[in-house]
């Protein structure tokens, strides 16, 4: 069952600063040490000629660290993939795309991001869709997975801020 939601979130750093940090494997290093759990891995991140920087991350769940919603697909583990793809700044936009896979599951979901200034900061504006094909619970879990979603886009934006103030 498909959930969609709308994020938003703002920061006081400006649109070049952000967009310099998606090119740095160290501010990858930084976000990937804020999920709690999963233990994390950067697998790989490039920028082409174009500047589209692209970047892949895996975070993996023992059966014990999966909340209660997901312990019902009675998964002994599960391995998500975090793939992101970050353009140029283009006409003082930024877009980005993420998708995200859990892996031997039904559970995906994929979302759109544009950044863009707003004074001497940065607007986040987005649309996520999470999908769960599961008969009977699929509802209920998409729902909390939108949810983690939402809050996990305001922990990144909260990541990022903490990064460039301490990375000028």
Known sequence: MPRSIELTAASPHPLADIRRAFDDEAYWQSRLTAFEGGSPTLD????DASGRTSVTMTMRFGGDQLPDPLRRLRLGSLEVVQSEQWDAVDAGVLRGAIDVDARRTPMSGRGS???TP???GTTL???ATVEVNVPLIGGAISKFIAGLLANGIVDIVRVTD???AENP
Do not use: R
């Not at 790989?44 to 920028?47: E, F, Q, V, W």
């Open 125 to 127: 504006a987005g649309h």
């Open 162 to 164: 903490s990064w460039l």
């Open 44 to 47: 790989s991140l490039s920028t």
């Open 118 to 120: 707003a004074g001497s």
């Open 113 to 115: 991001v544009h950044l």
